[in-house]
């Protein structure tokens, strides 16, 4: 199904449509409003720039990064004559980034973010500017971003300069040749990206370098996209964990919904609620008699996964506030009293996305570590209530260097949750004194998320082979509702490859179950009750 174009007016972007954005090409286009809101906000900077606008003194008013150098040069008046190159070479100087580029995704949801901030109409540039940036969405060009080089401070400065590189050009040098971007999956210089689909850049008029440059876009992009991931794959996570604990011949007791009600987290009640409905019907779970209690990773799923699922929630809501924020400086407001209508601040400081960033990691990393230990006692003889050691089904062919990998992957997730928002390197000359690094933040985020996946795909994988051993020695048992169905999808796959596929080969088979929604979608025909973490 086409979705229809989405309205850009810097209010109403939420992040399921960010990600239709940057994922499925949905295209989007400047609403009438916020075109009217920039207009209004542009007419008072080139009032300024024409020195229409008189300070206390009787002087041409002095306005930060319109007629003044940036940081630390802000008490260097910059001549009329070279208000439009200011923007163009506070572009050149700051694209200084480094590393591989960032995602195609991150890309293309770094430009709509700018874009959106841009069209609520308080950064006094002209609507051009973000309808150039619109256009590079709907006709596929993607901007080259390298990740690395932002302290996610004054703005991520230097992978938002490279953008802004791409779209605009000097008015004494429009042939210099500089930026680059996909167009069709080719790697191009900038201008050939932007003729191939017919588009030319700007010539960059007074504060318009900075209101590319100056906003935490690339550290939101990444924090959005992961946040978003980080929800499915909760919901993935469950699902894995109701397959061990049913394997395991889990006591379900420790998920009942009196039992939540005595310590009311929003997301263990959650997640126990989900855990009973997917293990409804199971002949597997309390099934041994005499057994009260499970091992704490099967029996404080609730209280783990339920706090994932709220660190989640809380960094989807920080998120929500990003997508529509202005975080440039100064501020053109034009409704403010008096005549002078420019607000220099720190709305570009990147802490508050930075520490969900951060806060994010923790949580992701804490899933994949609960989802190694469960994977561990379905692999270990003695732990797994006669399933047989290392689930081998044939001399010395068994899964047991998986829980290696999924141990590796769960230590390098703990070096990577070290919180990069509590260091701070002082840059511009002292003037910018303390920084965010909540673009360092972000990518490691998005690292630890990619780490959890394969971790809770050795689990399903395991739990799968565990539950095929449990019926091929009772085939009188009974699944689970839900965990019936994504044993039987998962199964399928597996069953597909040959006897001798290797462990990463049956990893690879199950891959896109993890990651896509064809897993969760069939959980949900049986259990429609499941609760998602809300976007």
């Not at 300024?48 to 008189?54: C, D, F, K, M, T």
């Not at 971003?145 to 429009?174: E, N, T």
């Not at 069939?522 to 973490?533: I, Q």
Request: proline share 6%.
């Amino acid at each position: 199904m086409t979705l229809p174009p989405l309205d850009i007016d810097g209010n109403g972007l939420r992040l399921e449509a960010l990600v239709q954005v940057a994922r499925q090409g949905r295209r989007v286009h400047l609403s009438p409003w916020a075109r009217r809101e920039m207009v209004r906000s542009r007419a008072w900077v080139d009032a300024a720039v024409r020195g229409e606008l008189i300070d206390a003194s009787g002087q041409p008013r002095v306005i930060y990064g319109v007629n003044t150098g940036y940081g630390s040069l802000s008490r260097v008046r910059i001549p009329q004559d070279r208000l439009n190159a200011l923007s163009r070479n506070l572009l050149r100087s700051h694209a200084a980034g480094v590393g591989a580029p960032v995602a195609p995704d991150a890309a293309r949801a770094t430009v709509l973010l700018r874009a959106n901030a841009l069209s609520k109409g308080f950064s006094g540039c002209r609507p051009e500017l973000v309808e150039l940036l619109l256009a590079l969405l709907n006709r596929g060009v993607v901007p080259v971003l390298p990740a690395q080089g932002s302290c996610g401070s004054s703005g991520d400065l230097a992978p938002l300069s490279h953008l802004g590189l791409l779209i605009g050009h000097a008015p004494d040098d429009p042939d210099h040749e500089t930026g680059e971007a996909w167009v069709g999956g080719q790697r191009m210089c900038g201008r050939a990206a932007m003729a191939a689909v017919g588009l030319q850049p700007l010539v960059l008029g007074p504060k318009e370098g900075l209101a590319i440059n100056n906003g935490a876009q690339l550290t939101t992009a990444i924090t959005a996209l992961t946040a978003h991931d980080a929800a499915q794959l909760t919901l993935v996570a469950e699902i894995a964990a109701a397959m061990s604990i049913e394997a395991l011949h889990g006591v379900t007791r420790a998920f009942h919904p009196l039992v939540h009600a005595m310590r009311p987290y929003g997301g263990a009640i959650a997640c126990a609620a989900n855990l009973l409905s997917l293990l409804h019907g199971s002949t597997l779970v309390d099934s041994v008699p005499g057994k009260v209690q499970d091992a704490y990773s099967l029996r404080c799923t609730p209280q783990v996964l339920g706090a994932v699922r709220d660190a989640v929630g809380f960094v989807v809501r920080q998120v929500s506030v990003e997508l529509n924020a202005v975080t440039d400086n100064p501020l053109i407001l034009p409704d403010a009293p008096g005549d002078d209508k420019a607000f220099s601040a720190g709305m570009f400081h990147g802490e508050p996305v930075g520490m969900a960033a951060d806060f994010l990691k923790i949580a992701t990393a804490e899933l994949a570590s609960l989802s190694e230990r469960r994977l561990y006692r379905l692999l270990t003889g003695a732990l797994s209530d006669r399933l047989p050691p290392s689930l081998d089904d044939g001399p010395g062919i068994g899964l047991l260097a998986l829980q290696t990998t999924a141990a590796a992957l769960v230590s390098e997730n703990k070096a990577l949750s070290w919180p990069a928002s509590v260091d701070s390197i002082p840059t511009c000359e002292d003037q910018e004194d303390h920084v965010a690094m909540s673009t360092t933040a972000a990518r490691r985020a998005a690292d630890v998320l990619e780490n959890t996946r394969y971790v809770v795909g050795i689990e399903l994988l395991c739990a799968t082979r565990a539950l095929a051993w449990r019926q091929a020695d009772d085939p009188g048992l009974t699944l689970g509702r839900g965990t019936g169905a994504a044993f039987h999808l998962l199964d399928e796959a597996l069953r597909a490859l040959p006897h001798e596929a290797t462990p990463a080969e049956q990893l690879a088979a199950i891959e896109p179950l993890v990651q896509g929604p064809a897993l969760a979608s069939a959980v949900r025909a049986v259990c429609p009750r499941l609760r998602e973490v809300s976007l």
